[in-house]
């Protein structure tokens, strides 16, 4: 109940955010969070998908930069109090068994490897899929010169 209290928060305070800085910001604070769990089931799979996060996030600010045009920044701190104070309550609340995920349900995602095994097949041939289908000259960030 708490990971879900927590992944709301991160996820419904972008709402109340209005520029690409600030929306980068709380999406790389929700990328730390959700890594740092993933890493404390298993280190490999942390980095990897800090890693892949990383990318994701790289490619949103580069079209963000490149489709809006620059503006003056309207930060308000306000709009980061949900995101820290469910922090807060996460580790004032937070015992040791909570983290101890060797009986989790988690752990059982990892015994199922033709299943894991399956979803990465999917996940190639849609990367497959999707380099076939795109055309490198007309890109979203190419410009039609003529």
Wanted: charged fraction near 5%; glycine fraction near 6%; proline fraction near 3%.
């Amino acid at each position: 109940s708490i990971f879900f209290f927590l992944s709301l928060t991160s996820v419904l305070h972008f709402i109340f955010l209005s520029n690409p800085f600030s929306l980068g910001l709380s999406i790389f604070l929700t990328i730390i969070w959700f890594s740092a769990l993933m890493g404390s089931i298993s280190s490999f799979i942390g980095i990897i998908l800090f890693l892949v996060y990383v990318g994701g996030t790289m490619v949103l600010v580069m079209y963000c930069f490149m489709l809006t045009p620059l503006q003056l920044m309207n930060f308000c701190p306000c709009t980061m109090v949900p995101f820290f104070s469910a922090g807060v309550i996460f580790f004032m609340t937070s015992n040791s068994k909570m983290w101890n995920f060797s009986s989790s349900s988690i752990m059982e995602l990892y015994f199922h490897s033709d299943i894991i095994f399956l979803v990465g097949v999917v996940l190639f041939l849609v990367m497959l899929a999707v380099v076939e289908v795109v055309d490198y000259s007309k890109g979203a960030l190419r410009w039609d010169v003529m």
